[in-house]
């Protein structure tokens, strides 16, 4: 059982849905000690399960601010305005909070929170479940360097992450927090495609998504322009220009602009935890 005294390495997740399991088993997996880890839930029932699944601490929200040193908020945007009503007042100064939330900016905990306490914004990704996460971090104003290192060092162990303006943290949301969704949702239409074409589900599954693991390891390894990759499979005349054709008719570029767009609009209007 973890003691009653503050150490310097231990993390607690206030809330630990699909985003803050996703980190703390990373985390784990990263070498991080199971002792120095607590986690909290709504439901007791929840915090307790991943107590037993993970051997972290299952612990209320008020205890485990007091026990860490850093604290993840990964309630949802919603929930957040009752997490910190409850917590924070009782938050020390010298933690770091580093909140997970879609919208809400820092500023919105610094006033939530003792004067001066350090707040980090991340987005991070659900690939952190398989160390390819892309987290992107903002500090706010009172986060230091060495806050920053923190946190970096958090998320570097889970995948890649990347500092930027806060001003960007909504956009960043549209593209890499929602990102992943946006490509099974491709994987999914595409394995339906190929039932229309007569294959097998599991072979359709099977082939796009080695086909999207290919794609995107040339994507990362390569080094050439997603235009000139594109080139090289479509051949004159061929198959993929075909298809090619129906996307542009459908407006699929046209679509995906508007997407990302509607997605950082609705970051921007869950940021007073709105409904
Ligand atoms: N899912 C994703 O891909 C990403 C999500 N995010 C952000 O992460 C946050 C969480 O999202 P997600 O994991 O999907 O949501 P989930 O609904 O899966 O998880 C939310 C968690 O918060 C818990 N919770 C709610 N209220 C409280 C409270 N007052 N005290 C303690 N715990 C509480 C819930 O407990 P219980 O289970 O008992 O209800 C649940 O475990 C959001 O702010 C979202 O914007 C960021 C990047 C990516
Ligand atoms: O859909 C959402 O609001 C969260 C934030 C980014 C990914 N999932």
Avoid: C
């Amino acid at each position: 059982m973890a003691s009653s005294v503050v150490h310097p390495q231990r993390i607690a997740f206030l809330g630990t849905g699909k985003i803050g399991e996703a980190l703390l088993s990373g985390l784990l997996r990263a070498g991080k000690h199971p002792a120095d880890v607590l986690v909290t839930a709504r439901r007791p029932e929840r915090a307790a399960e991943l107590a037993a699944r993970y051997g972290v601490r299952a612990s209320t929200n008020r205890e485990a601010a007091k026990l860490a040193d850093t604290l993840i908020l990964a309630v949802k945007p919603q929930d957040m305005g009752t997490l910190m009503e409850e917590l924070g007042p009782h938050v020390r100064a010298d933690r770091l909070v580093i909140s997970a939330a879609a919208g809400i900016p820092t500023r919105w905990f610094e006033a939530r929170l003792p004067a001066g306490t350090p707040v980090v914004r991340v987005m991070p990704n659900t690939p952190v479940l398989v160390d390819e996460g892309m987290s992107v971090i903002s500090g706010g104003s009172h986060a230091s360097e060495e806050h920053l290192l923190r946190t970096e060092q958090i998320f570097q162990s889970v995948g890649q992450a990347l500092r930027l303006p806060e001003a960007q943290q909504d956009a960043a949301t549209a593209l890499s927090g929602s990102g992943p969704a946006y490509f099974y949702y491709l994987v999914e239409a595409m394995t339906d495609a190929g039932i229309l074409l007569g294959l097998p589900r599991q072979v359709a599954h099977d082939l796009i998504v080695q086909s999207a693991i290919g794609a995107s390891v040339m994507l990362r390894d390569s080094g050439e322009h997603p235009v000139k990759l594109r080139e090289a499979v479509t051949s004159p005349a061929g198959t993929t220009i075909a298809a090619i054709r129906e996307l542009e008719n459908h407006g699929v570029r046209a679509a995906l602009l508007g997407a990302l767009e509607a997605a950082r609009d609705r970051s921007r209007e869950l940021a007073s935890g709105g409904k």
